[in-house]
């Protein structure tokens, strides 16, 4: 499985770094700070995207 070109996160998954999520649509109507190891929420309802992708990566915590 090739992970290194998966920069899209589908709603359902395991958010794998925390930060701010954004939809893939283009349209910038979406976003969520979502918190490593929780899931990817629904997109919102008149979104066309098909995922997540990271905007704003979270500040390392350690
Ligand atoms: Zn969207």
């Not at 910038?28 to 997540?52: A, E, I, M, Q």
């Amino acid at each position: 499985m090739s992970d290194e070109s998966d920069s899209v996160h589908r709603p359902g998954e395991i958010v794998p770094e925390s930060g701010i999520y954004e939809c893939d649509c283009g349209q910038s109507h979406g976003y969520s700070t979502d918190v490593k190891g929780h899931r990817f929420p629904p997109l919102p309802g008149d979104c066309t995207g098909g995922g997540w992708t990271l905007k704003t990566a979270a500040h390392p915590g350690d």
